[in-house]
């Protein structure tokens, strides 16, 4: 935990320092773009902990370095929101997590901004800044504040949005799943959808939220077995509302 700490201070000033209007930027397809910034932070994660763990595995958005048969495997999203971040919006975080087995057991998300660092350690509880931290007591649909991101790539999230508005959900978007999933893990969102399939966007997540006392499951509504590979999107939830929130998405068409 102490190394990972580190390594996400170390790259949040770097998010910080690199922050500016009209930035520079390629795109790896038509909705994606990478910075200076990306590549950076990806480098110093690399060779940060291949320096401090040798034989663990390293997934990470912009390069890998993995090891066959590791036990173990880091997965790093090293600017999570990179198109706010690019476009000069400050909303972007660092995450990074732990997996053992495919089981996360270690979850960090930072926000360089406004320097707030949530983060979990199997069986240890959640914490922001160092406080303990735990999900929303929110029982109902109505005025329930949810995070709603990548809304068609698993699944066609929108008539689930549509339905949602109807009960009276108030859904937030344009954040990043990280940023949305560590709100949930602190009370202030009851849920956060996210329809992607990549590990980097969703392994720090749910150990954060579990730790806080969530739950997550994919958008199907089952538990990943292992957290280092694609899943069908995920949802983060103060447990609550989770198995109503899934029915929504009955409405919702799922890619094959």
């Not at 199907?220 to 939830?237: A, F, H, I, K, W």
């Amino acid at each position: 935990m102490e190394v990972a700490r580190s390594l996400a201070k170390s790259a949040g000033s770097v998010i910080r320092k690199n922050f500016s209007s009209n930035m520079e930027k390629e795109w790896k397809d038509e909705r994606s773009p990478v910075t200076v910034t990306d590549l950076l932070v990806n480098d110093m994660v690399l060779k940060e902990l291949r320096s401090c763990y040798p034989t663990h595995s390293i997934l990470s958005e912009e390069g890998n370095d993995c090891l066959e048969e590791s036990e173990h495997v880091w997965i790093c999203d090293p600017v999570d929101g990179t198109h706010n971040f690019s476009h000069g919006i400050p909303t972007a975080t660092f995450a990074l997590a732990l997996v053992r087995e495919g089981e996360p057991i270690l979850g960090i998300i930072y926000d360089p901004f406004l320097d707030r660092m949530w983060s979990a350690e199997k069986s240890k509880g959640a914490y922001m800044n160092g406080k303990p931290i735990s999900v929303s007591k929110h029982g109902t649909l109505k005025s329930a504040v949810i995070g709603m991101g990548k809304m068609k790539k698993v699944c066609n999230l929108f008539p689930a949005m549509e339905e949602g508005y109807g009960k009276g959900i108030s859904f937030i978007t344009g954040l990043s799943t990280h940023y949305m999933a560590a709100l949930v893990a602190q009370g202030e969102f009851a849920a956060s959808f996210f329809g992607g399939t990549p590990p980097h966007d969703m392994a720090a997540s749910a150990i954060i939220v579990k730790e806080a006392g969530g739950f997550s499951t994919d958008l199907r509504g089952n538990v990943p077995t292992r957290y280092d590979g694609e899943m069908d999107g995920q949802l983060c939830s103060n447990g609550i509302l989770h198995e109503e929130l899934l029915s929504l998405l009955k409405r919702g068409e799922f890619k094959k």
